[in-house]
């Protein structure tokens, strides 16, 4: 029971690694695939197609962000195993914002990039506009990871 | 299936949507001034092959509707996704079969009579028909087409023949139309049997059927109701009129009023309305469906303007008969 602090903290660390970086997996994919098609018959478009199928890449690196950030303040590499319950509790909350929002707008921004991918295959001339969409989904994640930065860095310096 | 699958095939086929005639490309098609300069203009937009003999366009159409079901087949993975479209194919290729054995017909032009992209193999049909035995089909294939046989031998009527296997390719198509998980092929299937039900009515209505007669045309599926459209039919045409009134077949009346041909020019821009949907559609298998489906209407549009032109009908003939674009 004396470690359940430290048991929290990593599963939030752990969570922040994990689930936008299986969003992004899976959002690079469906793009991947989508990019793939449109290649097929405009090689051309190769690099505004890449650009399109990286954007939910982004997510992914949040999570790892966050999740560096907060393994080092938990100390876990540096063999510290105390922590209390409350302070464990916190950095599990800390690091949920881009954990829960950096999966969902993954493959949301995906989604958006195929349907760019689609624009950009019929008009080629569309690509500046077609971006902003799967970019207007970033914004979200971003609001995200900023809020688990603050908040894993604030639950660093209480004294819990 | 996971709407991932698709990802790949929609982006392709939407990429493709590009290269569909588009209503100006078949303006200026209805304008050209005969069938070469109608080549010339399929063949800018990317049609046909130089293989192709020259000037044949019924060539040109066998070759583009082939060219579908192989970029559709390989996108797909699985054309039985599609049955519902080729099962009208089948069953065509059943009636030649039949009419054909019965005839003791073996030229080696009888490969005219049949169509392709079907789901069973024509040289099963055929020799399923030849031998009398329709046992290698699927079994409501197969209950038709002995059925068929069966009253063709014993009548040499060629129509009841038709109306065995006509009524089972309704249900055939109604059934696939059942299984499909997709909603609009299951839409598909009930306007396809919907809309040969009210044409075989109307065309009962005409010839002053009895009841009998007109119930066993009709197929007993779809979204209508049957039984009173049969009795309707055995009445008149504003009985049909009746009770085609709430149906989604309501603004379809003024058509039938108009002619047959007008209907089915109105069937033909419904069932354009239907899959125009999919264009924005990019996960699930039914933009490849609606693919299909713009690429026959168009090879059917192309087919008309090449008829006319060759028989030499006016411009303005031609643009009534024509049916809306998908893209």
């Known amino acids: 029971m004396s470690n359940l602090g430290i048991i929290f903290a990593v599963l939030g660390m752990a969570l922040a690694a994990l689930l936008p970086g299986w969003g992004s997996a899976k959002g690079v994919g469906m793009a991947g695939q989508a990019g793939a098609g449109v290649l097929a018959d405009n090689p051309s478009l190769f690099s505004k197609v890449l650009v399109l199928q990286l954007l939910p890449a982004t997510q992914g690196i949040y999570g790892f962000l966050i999740a560096v950030i907060a393994m080092g303040n938990i100390g876990i590499s540096g063999g510290d195993f105390n922590m209390s319950i409350a302070k464990g509790l916190a950095y599990l909350g800390a690091c949920l914002p881009i954990a829960v929002v950096g999966f969902i707008s993954a493959i949301h921004q995906a989604k958006t990039s195929i349907a760019s991918m689609q624009l950009i295959s019929k008009r080629p001339d569309q690509f500046g506009k077609s971006m902003l969409f799967p970019v207007m989904v970033e914004m979200y994640a971003i609001l995200a990871v900023l809020v688990s930065f603050i908040a894993v860095n604030g639950v660093a310096g209480m004294a819990l | ?327």
């Not at chain 2, 583009?64 to 970029?71: G, H, N, Y």
């Not at chain 2, 005219?112 to 046992?135: D, P, R, S």
């Not at chain 2, 014993?154 to 006509?166: A, E, K, W």
């Open chain 2, 1 to 327: 299936m996971a709407q991932e699958q698709y990802i790949y095939a929609v982006t392709r086929v939407h990429n493709n949507e590009q290269t569909l005639l588009t209503a100006q490309d078949v303006e200026r098609l209805v304008e050209a001034k005969d069938a070469a300069e109608v080549f010339a203009l399929l063949a800018n937009k990317g049609w046909g092959s130089p293989d192709l003999p020259p000037g044949n366009p019924e060539a040109l159409v066998a070759f583009e509707m082939d060219r579908t079901w192989s970029f559709v087949g390989e996108l797909s993975g699985d054309v039985s996704l599609f049955n519902v479209f080729r099962l009208a194919n089948d069953y065509h290729n059943l009636k030649a079969a039949i009419k054909l054995a019965y005839t003791a017909n073996s030229s080696a032009e009888n490969e005219a009579y049949f169509l392709k992209h079907g789901t069973i193999e024509v040289a099963t049909i055929v020799a399923a028909a030849a031998e009398h035995n329709f046992a290698t089909l699927p079994d409501a294939m197969a209950a038709a087409g002995k059925e068929a046989y069966e009253v063709l031998a014993h009548t040499s009527n060629g129509q009841l023949c038709d109306i065995v296997i006509d009524r089972a390719t309704l249900l055939a198509i109604d059934a696939a139309g059942k299984k499909s998980t997709s909603k609009l092929l299951q839409q598909y299937a009930t306007l396809t049997v919907d809309v040969a039900n009210i044409k075989a009515a109307v065309r009962c209505c005409a010839m002053q059927k009895k009841p009998e007669f007109i119930e066993r045309v009709l197929a007993p599926v779809g979204s209508l109701n049957v039984p009173a459209l049969a009795a309707a039919a055995a009445q008149n045409m504003a009985a049909i009129y009746a009770v085609l009134h709430g149906t989604a077949y309501q603004n379809a009346i003024e058509e039938l009023k108009t002619s047959l041909a007008a209907f089915e020019r109105w069937c033909d821009d419904e069932l354009i309305e239907l899959i125009r949907p999919q264009k924005n559609n990019l996960f699930t298998i039914e933009p490849l469906a609606a693919y299909v489906l713009a690429r026959e209407n168009e090879i059917n549009l192309v087919r008309l303007v090449f008829s006319a032109k060759i028989n030499g009908l006016p411009a303005q003939t031609l643009r009534e008969r024509l049916r809306k674009t998908y893209v």
